[in-house]
């Protein structure tokens, strides 16, 4: 079956730090691969997506590529900012099927 | 324009009781999906419809669990006998296919304690 494991949380880091949240997969066949984050009080939004190997998803800041050969979608920033402290989830998809999740990691940045 | 709503936001339940919630999804997306997502976990499929079609409940964890979408908009889940264990966030996702082309677009969730 499919499955995502994504590094534990909470991450604490100072404002400007770089960020990577680890997050591998298995999955049957040639999945689509998200990150989704959630803020305090609010609903899922999805950060960014790569749907196929060597794709690169990016969004405000935030990026992630699909390694098929790792089995990885890691979530990169090269400067964070306090804005920026939620949880974020890492989530794969395989054509008709659900969302799988992780369990979310929990990103804590002090100013 | 007005995202997926649900309500109501929190629901507090004694255990035994019958509870109902509600997900308007973003009007004109055939594919409405609900997720359990406990405390501290990530969210878990729970069951998936295309228009009034209920084409997925694999993830109903018990007979307790019932979804309609009857008119293929707003979608009801429905746990009767609720149990402590069900306490969690219920969150509805709604998008325009069924395929990883389209986005799920979720709701704020509805927040259940089961005392």
């Known amino acids: 079956g499919n499955s995502v494991t994504q590094m534990e949380g909470p991450v604490t880091l100072s404002e400007e730090a770089f960020l990577t949240i680890n997050c591998t997969y298995t999955?049957?066949?040639?999945?689509?691969l998200f990150w989704y984050v959630q803020y305090p009080g609010e609903g899922l939004q999805l950060l960014l997506k790569?749907?196929?190997?060597?794709d690169k998803g990016s969004n405000k800041g935030f990026e992630a590529t699909y390694r098929k050969e790792t089995t990885s979608f890691h979530l990169e920033k090269g400067s964070v900012q306090v804005s920026d402290s939620a949880v974020y989830f890492c989530?794969?998809?395989?054509?008709?099927?659900?969302?799988?999740f992780g369990k979310g990691t929990m990103l804590l940045v002090s100013p | 324009g007005a995202g997926v709503s649900q309500s109501p936001r929190y629901k507090v339940a004694k255990r035994g009781q019958d509870v109902a919630l509600r997900c308007d999804p973003i009007?004109?997306?055939?594919?409405l999906f609900w997720y359990q997502q406990a405390l501290g976990q990530g969210p878990e499929f729970l069951t998936y419809?295309?228009?009034?079609?209920?084409?997925?409940k694999s993830g109903l964890p018990s007979d307790r669990f019932f979804a309609e979408r009857p008119e293929g908009s707003v979608s009801t889940l429905k746990i009767q006998r609720t149990q402590q264990e069900d306490s969690a966030v219920y969150l509805c996702?709604?998008?325009?296919?069924?395929?990883?082309?389209?986005?799920?677009?979720f709701g704020p969730g509805t927040r259940l304690t089961v005392t």
């Open positions: 996702a709604s998008s325009w296919g069924g395929s990883s082309d389209y986005e799920q677009y």
């Open positions: 999955a049957t066949g040639y999945p689509s």
């Open positions: 790569a749907t196929k190997a060597d």
């Open positions: 989530a794969l998809k395989a054509g008709y099927s659900t969302l799988t």
């Open positions: 009007s004109g997306h055939v594919s």
């Open positions: 419809f295309q228009n009034e079609a209920q084409l997925d």
